[in-house]
């Protein structure tokens, strides 16, 4: 009995255990498929945080253009082809990251190519190493250049090379690019002179190719603009204190017992960067924004008026913020190279021709050279130009209602016309001459001229602020048509200013423009490039061909003409003036006439 007993509660801790075992390996594994959800929820968790960060990235906004272009340069080496694939590698990679240009440059149509392209078009080389003296410059004493393979005589239509050889004060011969030269071809006795290519080879030489359009004679001249490392004093500047122009704003309003209240403060373009902040923020100022263009311009708040009482505009004064060493880099500044003097000989044994004979129409590319001097009259390789005269200018006019927005130097062909042509007669408008709007007439012939400034940031005289329109703006509120002729410029004023901003303001023009194009086809639209002229830190030549490389660029296929003057301007004997001479203008004219009327 005890036996079966004892094997009766053997029986049943036996099956206790096993139902306790068999319990356990459900609880285990009840316990990893808890484990296996929860890793799973945490892996969801992370995936959807990755996923909204990302989102983020795409919707915060890209640095600008200039400054990837900044970082791209300090990372690759001092090359023509690094330089280019560097730029090919920045849009690539933001590519990837869906994040390469904000959806600013999007609306107006840019593409990442066009991007790109924008990136290389205002590349410029830097030295590649700290500049601790002024010694480490580029000398222009020192510099010199030679003629390659100079022959007895050459035929019209050849090529001629120079190379240009840069050294410091030291004499010392560089081996890195960046230093801004200006080359020309001329023949003082025949009044001929043509555009040199100057091409940086980044190692401290430099290759300047002419061609020799001309039958007699011709000398080499180079310039040295500015070194490369007053170049960098430039850039510097214009990246951190854009605010060294100012402009003034003048409040005026009623005031107590029949009086009038007047203020004077400063203004500037609101950009909250490049040095343009330290105006203040918050309730420091009035600002002004334009509900079409969406600019900004600030002014300080008058004490007793309130923002609407701004009623005038005028340039306010300029700010020298170089220090000691970069004015001494300055002053080596348009200085001419020495170098060899020999008398290039052109004959035209084969009776060769440098006449273009393709009609100008929209579109067309600008060449180097774009045309040469001879008795100071310019032959265009653009396409086929006249010479114009009262009669044929008038003609050409007729039925026409011509619209010019710039400035001074787009005014300068307003002047040109109503002297040229006697039957336009100049209406009194009672405005500030330097901003306009001018108005001339001509009833006989059907013909209307206008003119007006580009706006703000505008250096003039004291002006109504009601008077200075965008140009985006005047040209959308344009119908158009086959008697409608537009040309506008933009530059002088918008050197001290970031090229980002420059480019916004581009851009909408350029939208303007297609828009107008779209609606009336037909219109002329004229497009004058920046000239040459200033060499200082408020207007440097540097500046103005940064400035003119994207005017350039964002026209580029738009079915507009673009009319060159910075090579007319920068190989014509007369001295360097932002205001080119009555030869020079004369010869701008025809080309504009030939655009108009290229029959």
């Given at each position: 009995?005890?036996?079966?007993t004892?094997?009766?509660?053997?029986?049943?801790?036996?099956s206790d255990?096993?139902?306790?075992?068999?319990?356990?390996?459900?609880?285990r594994?009840r316990l990893?498929?808890?484990?296996?959800?929860?890793?799973?929820?945490?892996?969801m968790?992370?995936?959807?945080?990755?996923?909204?960060m990302?989102n983020?990235?795409?919707?915060?906004?890209p640095?600008s253009?200039?400054s990837?272009?900044?970082?791209?340069?300090?990372n690759?080496?001092n090359?023509?082809?690094?330089?280019?694939?560097n730029?090919e590698?920045?849009?690539?990679?933001?590519?990837?990251?869906?994040?390469?240009?904000?959806s600013?440059?999007?609306?107006?149509?840019i593409?990442?190519d066009?991007?790109?392209?924008?990136?290389?078009?205002?590349?410029?080389?830097?030295?590649?190493?700290?500049?601790?003296?002024?010694?480490?410059?580029?000398?222009?004493?020192?510099?010199?250049?030679?003629?390659?393979?100079?022959?007895d005589?050459?035929?019209?239509?050849?090529?001629?090379?120079?190379?240009?050889?840069?050294?410091d004060?030291?004499?010392?011969?560089?081996?890195?690019g960046?230093?801004?030269f200006?080359?020309?071809?001329?023949w003082?006795?025949?009044?001929?002179?043509?555009?040199?290519?100057?091409?940086?080879?980044?190692?401290?030489?430099?290759?300047?190719?002419?061609l020799l359009?001309w039958?007699?004679?011709?000398?080499?001249?180079?310039?040295?603009?500015?070194?490369?490392?007053?170049?960098?004093?430039?850039?510097?500047?214009?990246d951190?204190?854009?605010?060294r122009?100012?402009?003034n704003?003048?409040?005026e309003?009623?005031g107590?017992?029949?009086?009038r209240?007047s203020?004077?403060?400063?203004?500037?373009v609101?950009?909250d960067?490049?040095?343009l902040?330290?105006?203040?923020t918050g309730?420091?100022?009035?600002e002004?924004?334009?509900?079409?263009?969406?600019?900004?311009?600030?002014?300080?708040?008058?004490?007793?008026?309130p923002?609407?009482?701004?009623?005038?505009?005028?340039?306010?004064g300029?700010?020298?913020?170089?220090?000691?060493?970069?004015?001494?880099?300055?002053?080596?500044?348009n200085?001419?190279?020495?170098?060899?003097?020999?008398?290039?000989?052109?004959?035209?044994?084969q009776?060769e021709?440098?006449?273009?004979?393709e009609?100008?129409?929209?579109?067309l590319?600008?060449?180097?050279?774009?045309g040469?001097?001879l008795?100071?009259?310019?032959t265009s390789?653009?396409?086929?130009?006249?010479?114009?005269t009262?009669q044929t200018?008038?003609?050409?006019l007729?039925?026409?209602?011509i619209y010019?927005?710039?400035?001074?130097?787009?005014?300068q062909?307003?002047e040109?016309?109503?002297?040229?042509?006697?039957?336009?007669?100049?209406?009194?408008?009672?405005?500030?001459?330097?901003?306009?709007?001018?108005l001339s007439?001509?009833?006989e012939?059907?013909?209307?001229?206008?003119?007006?400034?580009?706006?703000?940031?505008?250096?003039c005289?004291k002006?109504?602020v009601?008077?200075?329109?965008?140009?985006?703006?005047?040209?959308?509120d344009l119908?158009?048509?086959?008697?409608?002729?537009?040309?506008?410029?933009?530059?002088?004023h918008?050197?001290?200013?970031?090229l980002d901003?420059?480019?916004q303001?581009?851009?909408?023009?350029?939208?303007?423009v297609?828009?107008?194009?779209?609606?009336a086809?037909?219109t002329?639209?004229?497009?004058?490039?920046?000239n040459?002229g200033y060499?200082?830190?408020?207007?440097?030549?540097?500046?103005s061909?940064?400035?003119d490389?994207?005017?350039?660029?964002?026209f580029?296929d738009?079915?507009?003409?673009i009319?060159?003057?910075?090579?007319m301007?920068?190989?014509?004997y007369?001295?360097?003036n932002?205001?080119?001479?009555?030869?020079?203008?004369?010869?701008?004219i025809?080309?504009?006439l030939?655009?108009?009327?290229?029959?």
């Amino acid at each position: 009995m005890d036996l079966i007993t004892c094997f009766q509660k053997h029986a049943l801790n036996k099956s206790d255990f096993e139902t306790r075992k068999q319990h356990f390996h459900r609880e285990r594994s009840r316990l990893q498929r808890l484990f296996t959800g929860l890793c799973l929820l945490v892996v969801m968790c992370f995936l959807v945080m990755w996923s909204y960060m990302g989102n983020e990235r795409k919707k915060r906004p890209p640095p600008s253009f200039l400054s990837q272009h900044h970082a791209e340069r300090h990372n690759s080496s001092n090359s023509s082809s690094s330089a280019t694939i560097n730029s090919e590698v920045s849009v690539t990679n933001n590519s990837q990251s869906q994040s390469p240009i904000s959806s600013f440059y999007f609306e107006f149509g840019i593409s990442l190519d066009d991007y790109s392209r924008l990136q290389q078009a205002v590349y410029w080389a830097e030295p590649d190493r700290s500049i601790t003296n002024v010694s480490m410059s580029t000398s222009p004493a020192h510099t010199t250049f030679i003629i390659e393979n100079l022959k007895d005589s050459y035929q019209i239509g050849e090529e001629l090379f120079v190379l240009v050889h840069a050294k410091d004060f030291n004499n010392k011969s560089k081996s890195y690019g960046g230093d801004f030269f200006q080359a020309k071809l001329f023949w003082s006795k025949t009044k001929a002179s043509v555009f040199g290519e100057v091409v940086d080879l980044l190692n401290g030489s430099y290759s300047v190719r002419f061609l020799l359009p001309w039958d007699g004679e011709a000398q080499v001249a180079v310039r040295l603009i500015h070194s490369s490392e007053a170049v960098q004093v430039l850039k510097r500047h214009r990246d951190t204190d854009s605010n060294r122009v100012f402009f003034n704003g003048y409040y005026e309003g009623p005031g107590p017992n029949k009086t009038r209240l007047s203020e004077m403060v400063k203004c500037n373009v609101k950009w909250d960067k490049n040095g343009l902040e330290s105006m203040g923020t918050g309730d420091c100022c009035c600002e002004y924004t334009d509900p079409r263009t969406r600019e900004t311009w600030r002014c300080q708040r008058p004490k007793s008026l309130p923002c609407s009482a701004l009623v005038y505009h005028s340039m306010g004064g300029y700010r020298n913020l170089l220090t000691n060493e970069e004015k001494k880099l300055m002053t080596q500044t348009n200085k001419d190279i020495n170098g060899d003097k020999s008398i290039i000989k052109i004959y035209n044994h084969q009776n060769e021709t440098t006449d273009v004979t393709e009609k100008c129409h929209p579109g067309l590319h600008t060449p180097v050279p774009a045309g040469f001097y001879l008795n100071d009259v310019w032959t265009s390789f653009v396409c086929s130009t006249y010479h114009f005269t009262t009669q044929t200018t008038t003609k050409c006019l007729k039925d026409k209602h011509i619209y010019m927005m710039g400035d001074s130097t787009m005014r300068q062909w307003f002047e040109f016309f109503v002297k040229e042509v006697p039957t336009l007669k100049q209406m009194n408008l009672h405005v500030q001459y330097q901003s306009g709007p001018l108005l001339s007439v001509d009833v006989e012939n059907n013909i209307d001229l206008h003119w007006r400034a580009h706006g703000v940031p505008l250096r003039c005289l004291k002006t109504a602020v009601a008077n200075l329109h965008y140009i985006s703006n005047e040209i959308d509120d344009l119908a158009g048509g086959p008697h409608t002729v537009i040309m506008f410029n933009l530059g002088p004023h918008f050197t001290t200013y970031p090229l980002d901003f420059f480019t916004q303001r581009v851009l909408r023009i350029r939208k303007a423009v297609l828009a107008l194009l779209q609606r009336a086809p037909d219109t002329t639209v004229i497009i004058k490039t920046v000239n040459t002229g200033y060499k200082d830190i408020f207007g440097s030549d540097w500046y103005s061909l940064q400035l003119d490389r994207i005017l350039r660029w964002a026209f580029q296929d738009v079915g507009v003409y673009i009319l060159d003057v910075w090579q007319m301007t920068a190989c014509h004997y007369n001295k360097d003036n932002i205001h080119p001479g009555p030869v020079i203008i004369k010869n701008e004219i025809d080309i504009l006439l030939s655009f108009i009327c290229p029959e």
